[in-house]
């Protein structure tokens, strides 16, 4: 289901790209997106979940479905009544919000600047994509209760609702507005209500469900909110980075936004397949193993999801340094993204190349930061998250001057790589995990197949002149490509004596 979600999400960028290229509309709706989104990362995924699975998962262990349906009923009452106030302030304010993540958008605007026309197109966005914090905080909440009890693939599939609403508002609504980017401003908000509408039913038949109450200084919303406050530092990081890549990126040229969100975008593809699915799987299983007490299974659980996480996240990396401008050319390079005398294709490459340097991390993180929130220690994460935070900041000073965008891209990387390090090294000295020689191994033989595999399917693109071809051939190309980037990846590992068991179970 994750996997249908990301492509639907590929298919949707692909639209985005067509119908808005990378100009000054793509710019505007894509910061206008980014906000709820960020938001959403923050408060719902990134730390509202973080927090509340371990609990409920006590909760469900140790005091039954009555406990559950009182705890369910505050949380929504609780966070729903909050979320409320947020998305109101927010669609009154957009303005202020536009103005501050958009700073060089605003002093355009104040000055009579040529960039004036993108501060306005923001604040009036943010009016149609603020609402969809409300919603899918509330879906984000909702997916947590159905991964408590492993109904998984509901969650995964939601998003692809979303996707769903903003193509269809694209093909059906962008000649109703002078501007294009308000029909996918609309897809936004009705991809919120949908989505929510989508999962309500899955809840009402687990029986989990009743009047929602606002219960702040209940004991157990008590305890999620304590949790909550640090845990928004912690797995939200990269999130926090790539909001404050988006204000410097408004200081640059026109397009740096877009460039960013595209390359973003091919990143997220493996990220939210492989890393954000471990993650949403793992985090459940370690909460249930802490309460436990079974030390040795948890340990045995990070290593598996470790293991996994080099076993797709190398190819991955490689891969898309390999072939990232055939795989932009076929997704985004049509329609207006291709009507600009700017290089896209080239400047996407560029931005990919940058975050697939911390590809890795990126997914590691995912895994590593579940160590600490299954056991309720979320004080830790946050020392780190605001360490990562500090060095992304000076690492965007020292390389932004020199190489724009791409000094963004490749600070976020950096950091996030400091980030899993930093996560990694707690659990090792506090004896909650430890890379087990077995794994060292296996990253050795993951890392030398990728690299192989990437400069053959590198080398076998550059005896094409593809960039000419018609998209179907391309297509064609990037197909046969990726058959063998499997092929040459899988027979090596075979070669090196890798076995599916060695994913698939948590044994050595």
């Avoid at 590929?10 to 709706?29: Q, Y």
């Avoid at 996560?423 to 909650?432: E, I, K, T």
Wanted: with cysteine; hydrophobic share 55%.
């Amino acid at each position: 289901m994750t996997m249908i979600s990301r492509v639907m999400g590929l298919v949707r960028d692909a639209v985005v790209a067509n119908l808005l290229g990378a100009g000054l509309a793509a710019d505007v709706f894509l910061f206008a997106n980014r906000i709820p989104n960020f938001l959403r990362r923050l408060f719902a995924e990134g730390a509202f979940a973080q927090a509340f699975v371990p609990v409920l998962s006590e909760i469900k262990e140790k005091h039954g479905d009555d406990e559950v349906r009182l705890f369910v009923a505050q949380a929504v009452g609780t966070l729903g009544t909050i979320l409320m106030c947020v998305t109101i302030l927010g669609v009154v304010g957009s303005p202020v919000i536009a103005a501050l993540f958009g700073t060089g958008w605003f002093v355009d605007w104040w000055q009579g600047g040529p960039n004036a026309e993108k501060f306005v197109l923001a604040s009036s966005l943010l009016k149609l994509t603020f609402p969809y914090l409300f919603f899918i905080s509330l879906v984000a909440l909702s997916g947590a209760i159905l991964n408590v009890y492993n109904r998984f693939a509901v969650a995964a599939f939601t998003p692809v609702l979303l996707n769903i609403s903003i193509i269809s508002c694209a093909i059906f609504l962008h000649d109703a507005f002078s501007v294009n980017a308000y029909a996918l401003a609309v897809g936004v908000f009705v991809g919120g209500v949908v989505q929510l509408a989508f999962q309500l039913p899955f809840l009402l038949r687990l029986g989990v469900l009743s009047r929602p109450t606002f219960a702040w200084h209940a004991p157990q919303v008590s305890k999620v909110r304590k949790l909550m406050l640090p845990a928004m530092f912690g797995v939200s990081i990269s999130q926090i980075n790539l909001l404050l890549d988006t204000v410097i990126a408004s200081l640059l040229v026109t397009g740096s936004i877009s460039w960013l969100y595209y390359s973003d975008r091919l990143i997220e593809f493996p990220l939210g397949l492989f890393g954000i699915g471990i993650a949403t799987v793992i985090l459940p299983a370690l909460s249930k193993l802490h309460a436990g007490d079974k030390l040795e299974d948890f340990q045995k659980t990070l290593d598996w999801g470790v293991r996994f996480i080099l076993f797709l996240g190398f190819p991955a990396m490689f891969g898309l340094m390999a072939i990232s401008p055939l795989i932009i050319t076929v997704l985004f390079d049509h329609g207006a993204f291709s009507s600009a005398e700017v290089d896209h294709v080239q400047a996407v490459s560029y931005g990919v190349a940058a975050y697939s340097v911390g590809l890795v991390s990126f997914m590691m993180i995912k895994v590593l930061a579940p160590g600490f929130y299954a056991r309720q220690d979320t004080r830790t994460p946050v020392r780190i998250g605001i360490v990562t935070l500090v060095l992304n900041m000076v690492f965007n000073i020292i390389l932004a001057p020199f190489i724009g965008y791409l000094g963004l891209a490749l600070a976020t990387s950096l950091s996030a790589t400091c980030n899993a390090l930093l996560l990694y090294r707690r659990l090792n000295s506090d004896g909650v995990y430890r890379v087990s020689g077995f794994t060292w191994g296996f990253a050795v033989k993951c890392m030398v197949a990728a690299v192989v595999m990437a400069v053959s399917v590198g080398y076998v693109a550059t005896l094409y002149p593809w960039q000419s071809w018609l998209l179907m051939e391309q297509i064609a190309l990037l197909a046969m490509l990726l058959v063998m980037a499997m092929v040459v990846y899988f027979g090596l590992m075979l070669l090196f004596g890798v076995r599916p068991t060695t994913i698939k179970d948590l044994r050595d």
